[in-house]
């Protein structure tokens, strides 16, 4: 972008009192010019498609939670087609798998709709030059929605013989007697929980047996 270039945006919320908040705001700023919005993910693809890439929006203020698609499935069918596109995700929500999910589809920061105005700006320079920009809650629930999806899909790294502890665990049994149920050392079984622990991200036996009864391993799922 030359000097003289403005910053370009798409603006995408269902909402069009946040829409006109937000274009009102951002025309206040010289070096930025809202080009373009939609009420939805659908709406922001059909029109990213009619634009010549000359005309396209450097970023997008992505909404989360919206009818027909929303910003994470749209933020993510972007991405595929434009993997340059800068989006910052700017909502209410602040589970932490939407921050997670939101992140993991290809948004470069995600930015709740309680930030100042000089925060949003911050926001949307920093991605502008590939910059994440996050809040310590932010931070905070992508670390925790990241943990939570190791848990959930991270069995590919586990032994066999972990795998077993992992299924006596699930079966209420203690270290001694999973020791004898194995025909191995008490030792040996306490160094394969850490192990489990530490793999999984997790903190204790009772979010072990959690696992194993979720991914339906447990013998009396």
């Known amino acids: 972008m030359s000097a ?3 910053i370009k945006v798409m603006i995408v919320d269902d909402h069009d009192m946040v829409r006109i908040g937000l274009r009102t705001y951002l025309m206040l700023e010289p070096k930025f010019e809202v080009i373009a919005e939609a009420g939805s993910g659908v709406g922001a693809i059909n029109q990213l498609k009619s634009m010549s890439e000359e005309d396209r929006p450097h970023i997008i203020l992505m909404d989360l939670m919206m009818p027909e698609m929303d910003g ?9 087609t434009y993997p340059s596109m800068k989006i910052v ?10 921050v997670y999910g939101a992140i993991e589809a290809g948004a470069v920061s995600y930015v709740l709709k309680t930030v100042s105005a000089e925060e949003l700006i911050y926001a949307i320079n920093g991605a502008f030059k590939g910059m994440p920009v996050m809040t310590a809650d932010v931070s905070q ?3 925790r929605g990241l943990r939570q999806r190791n848990a959930q899909t991270g069995d590919e790294e586990l032994t066999e013989r972990e795998k ?9 049994q203690s270290n001694k007697e999973i020791a004898e149920e194995l025909h191995i050392s008490i030792k040996t079984v306490k160094t394969h929980v ?6 999984c991200e997790l903190e204790d036996r009772t979010q072990l047996a959690v696992l194993a009864h979720r991914k339906g391993w447990a013998k009396n799922t």
């Open 164 to 172: 077993e502890v992992l299924l006596l665990i699930a079966d209420g």
């Open 4 to 6: 003289a270039e403005n």
């Open 194 to 199: 850490s192990n489990l622990l530490m793999k």
């Open 72 to 80: 994470i499935e749209a933020t993510r069918s972007i991405m595929a």
């Open 89 to 98: 995700m700017l909502t209410s929500f602040l589970e932490d798998d939407k």
């Open 141 to 143: 629930a992508l670390t």
